[in-house]
């Protein structure tokens, strides 16, 4: 075992990749494929300077120092500018050395992309090092695939997957923003970077002084903070996007647990950006093993419920429950290699939340024996459990994947989920056993519900489909035809087709015009819940998923097996850009009705019980207040709200009550992808209560 204790030291004359003839060189050390280190950005430099140091843990020499040197390119793929190897067999021990590497291209031999300087130290570790590098290899359970075991020493904690705080940015506005199109405006967007996390605001149409006003969260993995990379882009259909300008936060320089509003200048271009930035110092999630599970400790146990308790309504709002998922192992999974077997690891995500298992080598039935928590601030969240097969000379391969509502949990049930593919339509090889508890105060998921919900700052690029956009025609035709059938129903009516039916309109007609009052609409729509209620606790209700909609969701999947034998029509669509943008964006507006109506129709068909309940909670309360206020006051309470909004919180992000609680109900196709397949006879689960959280 030895120890390579590295300090990156500078750069010059490096290759420039920028159309400024500069670049943001930043540096990756790589052991048998595996990356070790990565340092910071320097931006705008041919001559970075780093001064980073890095330890690292090497079982052997044979495997050389891999330094990979990249120009930074935030929205688009990164630049190679060069590369270098490092013989570790040619440096003596216990002595530092300087080196000067060479940068070269493997296609371009001859080019000369500059040189990097170096200082290295390699130490022999025994005795006491020995025991704690084996420590290390026994918490991370890494088997003989790999001889080398790296560590850096200043990401200990992003290895461990805990970080140490929140970055809550909110976008406000822009201010004079560069115009880029020919009618002297923009259609302006922004993109922010931290470390590895991304997120992309909405795009605002024809303006200088666009109006944001998104909020999100980022997460610090290290104590002193971080660069956020803050890029402002014009959308150009048609063609590559236009660079307005960029500029950072150096979140080492602000106070923590206080809010700060910054104006800033965008660099390489025009115009301000306002934000606002709050960082937080607590940390959300934890990982540890499941022998040395916190919660069986009782007192930890009663706090957690007390935390949570009725009792404690209005304290800490956001916190609004506790989530604990053990990843107990795997069974029958996908052989992922060419030796018949996988090396699977198992990422977690609620939310933005993301914390990874251990990688079990060479195994089809991995145990993991892990325990996450998660802080819950949104219970109408879903639980993402997904399995890769850990590949070193590329990204990892996907092996499986289930999604879970919360609210669809049984607390301390260890079931077998069985695994499906990436679109979640159907299954694919293997069952994975989880152990999950929710615990989480009603009120406050209640009140949480009616804000605008959290948004993945992770982009999700959209694409054209053919069976996609025809689903979602599909499913918008289906919301349509409803409104056209009542309106035939109605027209008949009035046509006396059927004149024992007309006349029983007409008398109820008489009826309702004569007696109505303005709280009788919530009140049938109260009634309507409550019939569907009934028909489903007495069974007569035989609702079934449409099969159309099966079907769609069929073709996608067999679609997607055929990307590749499709690459050369994929091709010829990306030569008419132009109208593969205009036919995702109908592909989306025809998603985004279609779950509309979806959404309302599954509200009042009981397909969350939390959300339907919390309804007729609301159609309660105003019913009471139509039939107890006059109107002139409900409406004049609404109007001061709406005029003195902007005077009592300038910054406070637009939202609508009704579409955020709709925006919690799943439209019939993630009722699909929710929906939990039915685990083979052969891996029937072994299901066991636990009394861990009361």
């Known amino acids: 075992m030895y120890q390579l204790d590295i300090t990156l030291r500078r750069g010059q004359s490096l290759a420039a990749r920028d159309r400024g003839g500069t670049s943001d060189p930043y540096v990756k050390f790589k052991i048998g494929g595996k990356e070790v280190f990565r340092s910071k950005t320097i931006h705008k430099t041919l001559n970075p300077v780093w001064e980073e140091k890095a330890c690292i843990l090497v079982d052997h020499l044979r495997e050389p120092l891999y330094i990979k040197v990249f120009d930074y390119d935030f929205g688009l793929q990164d630049d190679f500018m060069g590369s270098a190897f490092l013989d570790l067999t040619q440096l003596e021990l216990n002595r530092p050395t300087d080196v000067t590497l060479t940068l070269k291209d493997p296609h371009y031999p001859d080019h000369d992309l500059g040189i990097i300087l170096l200082s290295v130290v390699l130490t022999p570790k025994e005795g006491e090092s020995r025991d704690v590098t084996m420590l290390m290899r026994k918490s991370w359970k890494r088997s003989s695939k790999f001889q080398t075991q790296s560590v850096r020493l ?70 002193r903070g971080g660069i956020i990379d803050i890029t ?78 009725p009792l404690r309504i209005f304290h800490n709002l956001k916190d609004v429950g506790f989530l604990q998922v053990k990843v107990i192992r795997a069974e029958g999974l996908m052989a992922a290699d060419v030796t018949g077997k996988s090396d699977p690891f198992c990422v977690v995500e609620l939310n933005n939340d993301r914390l990874l298992t251990h990688t079990v080598y060479k195994n089809l039935n991995p145990e993991w024996n892990k325990v996450f928590t998660f802080n819950i601030k949104d219970i109408h969240s879903v639980l993402e459990v997904t399995v890769y097969d850990e590949d070193r000379d590329r990204s990892a391969d ?57 948004q993945k700052y ?34 008949s009516c009035f046509d006396w087709d059927s004149p024992p039916r007309s006349l029983a309109a007409f008398v109820l007609f008489l009826f309702v015009v004569w007696n109505f009052e303005l709280y009788m609409i919530p009140l049938v729509l109260l009634l309507l819940l409550t019939w569907n209620y009934f028909l489903i606790i007495s069974g007569k209700d035989n609702r079934q998923r449409d099969t159309v909609m099966e079907d769609m969701l069929e073709d996608e999947e067999e679609e997607d097996d055929k990307d590749d034998k499709d690459s050369e029509k994929k091709g010829f669509i990306n030569k008419i850009y132009a109208i593969q943008e205009v036919c995702v964006s109908v592909q989306n507006i025809l998603d985004e009705v279609a779950s509309f109506g979806e959404r309302i129709k599954n509200t009042f068909n009981w397909t969350v019980p ?46 609508n009550e009704l579409l955020d609680f709709l925006s919690r109900v799943p439209s019939d196709v993630q009722v699909v992808q929710y929906q939990e397949l039915k685990p083979d006879p052969s891996h029937s689960p072994y299901k066991r209560k636990k009394n861990n959280l009361g």
Not at 192 to 217: A, C, V
Not at 280 to 290: E, F, Q
Not at 423 to 430: F, N, R, V
């Open 154 to 223: 200043s990401d200990l904690h992003r290895k461990s997957h805990l970080w140490r705080g929140i970055v809550s940015i909110t976008l406000i506005e822009g201010r004079d923003l560069k115009a880029m199109d020919s009618n002297g405006l923009s259609d302006p967007y922004v993109k922010f970077r931290l470390g590895h996390q991304k997120y992309k605001s909405k795009i605002m149409p024809k303006t200088l002084n666009p109006q944001w006003r998104e909020q999100f969260d980022f997460h610090l993995y290290e104590e």
């Open 232 to 309: 402002a882009w014009d959308k150009d259909a048609g063609k590559r996007d236009d660079f307005i300008g960029r500029c950072q936060v150096d979140l080492s320089a602000l106070s923590r647990e206080q809010t700060h509003k910054l104006e800033l200048q965008l660099e390489e271009g025009e115009g301000h950006l306002v934000l606002l930035v709050t960082l937080t110092a607590s940390a959300t999630v934890s990982i540890s093993d499941l022998s040395v599970n916190s919660l069986e400790d009782q007192k930890e146990r009663e706090e957690i419920l007390k935390r949570y308790s």
């Open 398 to 454: 996907f092996l499986g994947k289930v999604a879970i509502p919360l609210l669809s949990i049984q607390n301390g049930e260890q079931k077998a989920y069985v695994l499906k593919n990436k679109q979640l339509t159907g299954p694919t090889k293997g069952v994975i056993y989880l152990e999950i508890d929710v615990i989480f105060n009603a009120v406050k998921a209640s009140l949480r519900t009616l804000i605008p919900k959290e």
């Open 458 to 491: 992770i982009e999700e690029e959209n694409r054209l489909s053919k069976q996609l956009l025809l689903r979602n025609f599909i499913r918008m035709k289906r919301c349509v035809m409803v409104l056209v059938n009542a309106a035939y129903y109605v027209n």
């Open 610 to 655: 939390f959300l339907s309940w919390l309804a007729i909670v609301a159609l309660c309360v105003f019913t009471v207040i139509l039939y107890f206020i006059p109107l002139r006051y409900i409406v004049l309470v609404w109007g001061i709200n709406k005029f003195t909004k902007k005077l009592r919180s300038p910054y406070a992000i637009d939202n």
